[in-house]
């Protein structure tokens, strides 16, 4: 069982930046991929940014080049740096960890985005 706790959500105007962190209660070395999703309200959950246990990263289209998703093993986090915010990015934002074997959520935390 892994339990993964994200922290670092809240409020900030459109242009601004925040840094997501999920913290997880096992080591995450072996964790196959590591990501963040988001959902909106009256929307389906999406992928946001992924990254794999080789390092290789993956982004959505519309965070692509605005989001940067890491991890640190030895710390058991992984984090997601988003900078220029939009309102379009406001959701609730969600660490996902899965493998052939298990699937995994956080609880969620908010992120709104003003305009």
């Known amino acids: 069982q892994v339990q993964l706790v994200e922290s670092g959500g809240g409020l900030v105007q459109a242009g601004g930046s925040l840094r997501l962190s999920c913290a997880a209660s096992?080591?995450?070395?072996?964790?196959?991929?590591l990501g963040w999703y988001r959902q909106a309200p009256g929307k389906q959950r999406e992928l946001v940014a992924v990254i794999t246990s080789y390092g290789t990263t993956n982004y959505a289209d519309p965070v692509r080049g605005r989001f940067t998703i890491s991890r640190v093993n030895a710390k058991k986090v992984v984090s997601l740096q988003m900078n220029s915010l939009k309102p379009e990015d406001t959701a609730v934002y969600y660490c996902?960890?899965?493998?052939?074997?298990?699937?995994?959520w956080g609880q969620g935390t908010q992120v709104t985005v003003s305009s």
């Open positions: 996902n960890a899965r493998g052939s074997q298990y699937d995994y």
């Open positions: 096992v080591s995450i070395s072996n964790i196959d991929a």
